[in-house]
Nanobody
Framework: VQLVESGGGLVQAGGSLTLSCAITGFRLGYLPVGWFRQAPGKEREGVGCIVSSDGRTYYEDAVKGRFTISRDNAKNMVYLQMNSLEPEDTAVYYC????????????????WGQGTQVTVSS
């Protein structure tokens, strides 16, 4: 199983970015997919997740109303649309596969991508 994130970059505050997560070796539709982030000097934290079978989503309070997670099961892709970005959103963003429900503890996500850097300038 391999996950590869893409779409990160530098954006001004208030701007938008869309991250993609390409999954190979496992067909979407059976396990939740989570998005996480890790800022410098901080622990990795959850952003949100999606139940790939029915598209139900969950978002952490810090991003609720600004970020949207979607999936394309046919392409085995999961997306993170980020709007109204703030400097506090600067972090390496990861997608992860696993867990039994959405949301679930970060420890149960067994497969991780390498991460993509998102930097929001003020």
């Amino acid at each position: 199983v391999q996950l590869v994130e893409s779409g990160g970059g530098l954006v001004q505050a208030g701007g938008s970015l869309t991250l993609s997560c390409a999954i190979t070796g496992f067909r979407l539709g059976y396990l939740p997919v989570g998005w996480f982030r890790q800022a410098p000097g901080k622990e990795r934290e959850g952003v949100g997740c999606i139940v790939s079978s029915d598209g139900r989503t969950y978002y952490e309070d810090a991003v609720k109303g600004r970020f949207t997670i979607s999936r394309d099961n046919a392409k085995n892709m999961v997306y993170l649309q980020m709007n109204s970005l703030e400097p506090e959103d600067t972090a390496v963003y990861y997608c992860a596969l696993g867990g039994n429900k959405c949301p679930d503890s970060i420890q149960v996500f067994g497969y991780w991508g390498q991460g993509t850097q998102v930097t929001v300038s003020s």
